[in-house]
């Protein structure tokens, strides 16, 4: 197996994408496309031209490609220190008001429920309305299960330890019950996020290639962490646009370990804690 797809394959495929399906992948990053669409050749046993037949006359297996290709890695508690940031030094911010959240690219949503269980625990959670968002109808219907497989997870449980067993201001270790966010089956091989807190997360599908605010509503807190380093600058600059024209004036924009605003929007945000982007006409409220 090559490790990557040539340019000319590349290119074809991102052609026909967009010529015969709903899907453009034209701005992702080169190398990281280029990645997938060899692996996708590879586990189907194809060519680039039996690729090519088949979005042009195959809907479903388009369906199924996309799926392939979007398919980002996520885990509870993920980077416990920044959740630790979040909770000492971004959450007091918001709390005395109630609370209007976007996860986009939420992938399975073991982020939305990070996010859910620390709300709880800061007694926010009742009053914060959460949507989550991702381009891939089976990481979409695995969030709203909130069934994950133990074993793929357990090394993140000391990560939700590491993060929820302190006190954020103080430091001191503090009691934490796991029982009103999660149930373990060791024997099933499962964690199973409690059905209230499924049920409270708005899913839907969304493209952050090409669609707006779909849900016409500004945010406190937009979560997009490990998503736009799959992206190319034009399409990060895009998604920056939109990040920024959906946070309300005081809102935060929460991105990945390794990923920054750069370009034209850089001067639209002020950087807080390594990891938090403030909108600008928030930034003299904080301190």
Known sequence: ???????????????????????D???????????????????HNITIDQLLHKIKNDPAFVEKIVKDITVNTSEMFRDPHV??????????LFQDRPL?????????????????????????LDKATIYATDLNEDMLETARKGIYKYHFNQNYITNIEAVMKYNPVTG?????????????????DVIKIN??????????????VKDGNIFNTAFD??????????????????????FYESLKPEGCLMLGL???????????????????YFKKTAYDSYD
């Not at 998503?227 to 646009?241: A, C, D, E, G, M």
Request: hydrophobic residues 40%.
């Open 1 to 23: 197996m090559n490790n990557e797809a040539t340019a000319e394959e590349l290119s074809s495929f991102i052609s026909a994408m967009k010529t015969y399906t709903p899907y």
């Open 25 to 43: 992948f034209s701005n992702y990053s080169e190398k990281s496309l280029s990645r997938r669409l060899a692996k996708l050749m590879f586990d």
């Open 83 to 92: 959740w630790m940031m979040f909770r000492k030094h971004i959450l007091p």
């Open 100 to 124: 209007t959240i976007w996860h986009a690219g939420c992938s399975a949503g073991q982020e939305v429920y990070t996010v859910m269980i620390i709300l709880h625990a800061h007694g926010l």
């Open 172 to 188: 001191e270790k503090i009691d934490f019950d796991p029982s009103p966010y999660y149930h373990i089956d060791t024997f099933k």
């Open 195 to 208: 059905e209230e807190f499924c049920r409270k997360v708005i899913y839907r599908k969304h493209d952050l």
């Open 221 to 242: 807190l937009i979560f997009c962490r490990n998503v736009i380093i799959y992206f190319n600058t034009s399409l990060q600059n895009r998604v920056f646009h939109l």
């Open 258 to 276: 390794h990923e920054t605003i750069l370009g034209p929007f850089a001067g639209n945000f002020n950087k807080k804690e390594m990891y938090f």
